[in-house]
Nanobody
Framework: QVQLVESGGGLVQAGGSLRLSCVAS????????MGWYRQAPGNQRELVAV???????NYADSVKGRFFISRDNVKKMVDLQMNGLKPEDTAVYYC?????????WGQGTQVTVSS
């Protein structure tokens, strides 16, 4: 099993920035792809950003140009840099990693953006 621990969430004013980090309990070299999801109260969990083993990335339209995902295999970490935060970005953010038929999730970290 792979355990994922997120950090970096918190309260920030609109227009501010936050950097979320997700650290795996063991090597992530074998992961096919990994990313970040978010879920706001009353809403479905949605994909925010994903990065594949080859380095290619994909972003939700709502965060393109503002959010950036990266990975560091040595540090066993995947980060999400969030810039120009908006109140609608408020949600619990979840780290996700996938290998073959296995999917792993973190416990989630709260991001709250005030007006």
């Amino acid at each position: 099993q792979v355990q994922l621990v997120e950090s970096g969430g918190g309260l920030v004013q609109a227009g501010g920035s936050l950097r979320l980090s997700c650290v795996a309990s063991r090597s992530i070299f074998g992961m096919d792809y990994m990313g970040w999801y978010r879920q706001a109260p009353g809403n479905q969990r949605e994909l925010v950003a994903v990065i594949h083993s080859g380095g290619s990335t994909n972003y939700a339209d709502s965060v393109k140009g503002r959010f950036f995902i990266s990975r560091d295999n040595v540090k066993k970490m995947v980060d999400l840099q969030m810039n120009g935060l908006k109140p609608e970005d408020t949600a619990v953010y979840y780290c996700n990693m996938n290998r073959q038929w296995n999917s792993y999730w973190g416990q989630g970290t709260q991001v709250t953006v005030s007006s």
